[in-house]
């Protein structure tokens, strides 16, 4: 008896042990379908929204380059601007990788300011007629509440160590020094920017002063001032990647996500084999078998 208790829980355990290996396998297959397939293909890597954070893209932008079989990246851009720093190391990363393999950028419904820096550092650049772009120039701006405090009688206190300190301060008005610290700031953030418009495009510093004035461009606009290469949608700029990376036929597309662990997809039940399915499905099966 005690035998047949040792042998039936044994033969338990290497069910729940192959249905374990299995669900690894299928959900391998199912989460990274992109790995199993053979074959060239572009990586589209999607930015939309404002632009505050660039360690996902990078990341995915990165694992893009050292794959072999993504030949071309297509960048898909639908945003108004963002933070000046993520901006440029999103656009560095994209001069990266086009030193390696074509880089298209397909511009959406928006894609100026911080999106357009972005868009800076592809290989080729692709916009609809409508789109607005451009707007080069960089923007500070801070409410100040100082008037409120006063009617609701609330006096702030602030310590500092050094004397520019809270040279951006919600409490009160920047002096004339302060606004000079600032503006000059302001000034050189504006002065990458130009520099960078005029290395891409191929124009000269002078040209793209008159226009660096945070205005903003239609796609066709911009095509006139030399900021694009070219009108098209985004089946457009795939074509065109396939193109430059020498693809026949329609490509595969192999679209860039956020970081996703296998083993915490498997236990959310996002493969279709949920954590209770692994468990439970080797004690199905037995009891049925009785």
Excluded at 40 to 56: K, N, Q
Excluded at 168 to 196: C, M, N, T, W
Excluded at 208 to 228: P, S, Y
Aim: proline share 4%.
């Amino acid at each position: 008896m005690r035998k047949a208790f040792l042998y039936g829980l044994a033969f338990i355990g290497g069910l729940f042990l192959f249905f374990c290996l299995l669900s690894l396998i299928l959900s391998f297959w199912i989460l990274k379908p992109e790995r199993r397939l053979l074959g060239p293909a572009i990586g589209v890597v999607e930015i939309r929204g404002l632009i505050t954070r660039a360690d996902e893209k990078i990341r995915i932008l990165e694992d893009f380059r050292r794959r072999r079989e993504i030949r071309a990246v297509v960048v898909r851009i639908d945003s108004p601007g963002g933070a000046v720093g993520a901006a440029q190391e999103l656009y560095q990363e994209l001069k990266r990788v086009a030193r390696e393999k074509p880089v298209v950028v397909s511009m959406g419904s928006v894609a100026a300011s911080g999106g357009y820096y972005v868009a800076l550092g592809g290989t080729r650049i692709l916009a609809s007629p409508g789109t607005i772009t451009g707007s080069i120039g960089v923007i500070f701006e801070v409410p100040n509440v100082e008037r409120l405090l006063k009617r609701l009688g609330v006096e702030p206190v602030v310590l500092k160590s050094g004397r520019f300190k809270d040279l951006v301060s919600y409490y009160r008005s920047p002096g004339p020094q302060e606004k000079r610290i600032l503006q000059g700031v302001l000034d050189e953030i504006h002065e990458q920017f130009i520099r960078a418009v005029a290395a891409s495009r191929k124009l000269k510093i002078e040209e793209v002063r008159k226009i660096a004035d945070g205005r903003i461009f239609t796609g066709e606009k911009a095509l006139r001032l030399g900021l694009v290469d070219e009108l098209g949608n985004f089946a457009r700029a795939v074509e065109e990647a396939a193109r430059m990376a020498g693809i026949r036929g329609t490509p595969r597309l192999v679209y860039g996500k956020g970081e996703q662990r296998w083993w915490l997809s498997l236990l959310k039940g996002k493969t279709g084999l949920a954590w209770e399915n692994v468990l439970f499905c080797p004690l199905y099966l037995w009891w049925a078998g009785k």
